[in-house]
């Protein structure tokens, strides 16, 4: 049930696998698009597995057409964030009641993949059975249980990360269906499909290992784990703040820092900090959770407190170099939260040209693949859209890097320097080479620390 990038992703890797799966979505042009084999997301892969399992897959926007003789029904509906920070789950409500409607008495798991507060696997119970038994005028006995099965896939690498997963959780209080979800998963807990030749196995990928657990712990894993991705990032940009002032390497403290096995080197990216849709809505709905049980959460509070400075910090690094933004035209180099999606939910981008728009500059955005949702998405916002990079350049002031797009980092930036009217780079990411930059004229500004000598 859904089709946003954890349902579809979820649905065609199943089906890859051997399953045969049906995904429903109560959106008509969604449904008619991957009827015609195309995927309404864009995610690297999606649309070659999708045609390889195309003998497996059924869309429809028909609940009951995906419900009835379902072993497993997965709900991933989008659960956006409400202004106090919880989830609404809205959605997640009509799905519940639609699936209860359409279940048939024989054993089906109702799988929980969006993620939802601690608890919500009981409420989604509730809905079911109320459901049921006002459709069929009976008792529902045995006839479902519910479990949570965490994703942790990230955009950009969503099959990678279904095929090929660290981990697979599997929580419910009803045996019988724990049983059900460890059979589902077996060829991807053993690696013992053929993995696509597009996307062939990582030579380190063994077998995976399963953690089999309560409701309340599968649902309390994904938060503690995006939360602590989270921090971590913030974590290595509270630092870089320090190296800043002391004139240290962040990226070097950064690689010494993460080569202790204890710690690890992923997630220690420093820069403009997170977005995207879950990091910013899970350590929100982390904080509600916990407020509803008198507990402050002050680790993850202060994660997203640094994480908003970075994007301000930003705008303060330009106005310390250009002093006046008013009139001052300022390109900005990626839309998307991150490279490789066209997402564009929570992204630095949008809060960092809405902060120099309120500072009177002007604002030329550009991004590989992301303009055209962000023209849909943004409409009120005042920036012009660039087709190219020369225009993002071109009478500029100063340009700002804000997702590590690749075309980015190997742009010919020799070529560049002449067309802006004064040649400042704010390395947003701190992906660029800062000696290189400065030798071909650029004055090199970085949100990070990063003693340049320059
Ligand atoms: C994340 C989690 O990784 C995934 O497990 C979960 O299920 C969903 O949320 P995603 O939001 O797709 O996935 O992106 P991810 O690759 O985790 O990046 C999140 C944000 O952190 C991006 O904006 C990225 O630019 C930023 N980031 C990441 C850093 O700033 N530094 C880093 O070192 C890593």
Request: proline share 5%; charged share 25%.
């Amino acid at each position: 049930m859904g089709t946003g990038y954890v349902g579809l992703t979820t649905g065609i890797c199943l089906a890859y696998l051997g399953h045969e799966v049906t995904c429903v979505d109560l959106s008509q042009e969604k449904v008619d698009l991957l009827r015609a084999g195309r995927s309404p997301i864009y995610e690297p892969f999606l649309d070659e597995l999708m045609h390889e399992a195309a003998h497996n897959l059924t869309f429809t926007t028909d609940y009951a057409e995906g419900v009835p003789g379902a072993e497993v029904v997965f709900v991933a509906v989008q659960t956006p964030s409400l202004p106090d920070g919880q989830p609404d789950l809205r959605f997640l409500r009509m799905a519940a009641e639609s699936i209860g409607k359409t279940i048939d008495g024989e054993f089906t798991v109702v799988v929980n993949k969006s993620t939802v507060p601690i608890g919500s696997g009981n409420w989604v119970e509730s809905i079911l059975r109320e459901s049921f038994e006002g459709f069929h005028s009976r008792r529902a006995a045995g006839e479902f249980a519910v479990a949570s099965n965490p994703e942790f896939l990230r955009e950009g690498s969503a099959i990678h990360d279904t095929l090929f997963p660290d981990r697979i959780v599997i929580g419910s209080d009803n045996p019988r269906s724990l049983d059900v979800l460890n059979r589902l998963y077996r060829a991807v807990l053993n690696q013992s499909f053929t993995a696509p030749t597009f996307l062939p196995r990582p030579e380190e990928v063994g077998a995976v290992p399963l953690v089999s657990t309560d409701l309340a712990s599968a649902e309390l894993i994904k938060y503690a784990a995006n939360a602590f991705l989270a921090l971590k990032i913030s974590y290595i940009n509270e630092i870089g703040k320090l190296a800043n002032k002391v004139g240290a390497d962040i990226n070097q403290v950064a690689r010494g820092t993460g080569l202790d096995a204890r710690i690890g080197s992923r997630f220690l990216q420093p820069g403009v900090g997170w977005g995207g849709s879950c990091f910013g809505k899970d350590t929100a709905a982390l904080i509600a959770t916990a407020a509803e049980y008198s507990y402050d959460m002050p680790i993850v509070s202060a994660a997203r407190e640094v994480n908003q400075r970075q994007r301000e910090e930003a705008v303060n690094k330009l106005l310390d170099e250009l002093r006046i933004l008013k009139g001052r035209k300022i390109g900005l180099l990626g839309l998307a939260f991150k490279p490789n999606t066209d997402d564009l939910r929570d992204s630095p981008a949008i809060d960092i040209a809405k902060l120099m728009i309120a500072r009177g500059a002007r604002v030329k955005l550009h991004d590989p693949v992301a303009a055209e949702r962000f023209r849909a998405e943004q409409p009120e916002l005042a920036a012009s859209l660039c087709e190219s990079v020369d225009e993002v350049f071109d009478d500029s002031d100063a340009v700002v890097l804000v997702t590590e797009w690749p075309q980015y980092l190997e742009l010919d930036w020799g070529k560049y320097v002449g067309l802006m009217r004064t040649p400042v780079v704010l390395d947003g990411r701190n992906v660029l080479d800062p000696q290189r930059l400065s030798r071909l004229g650029y004055t090199y500004l970085t949100i990070a620390g990063r003693p340049v000598g320059l």
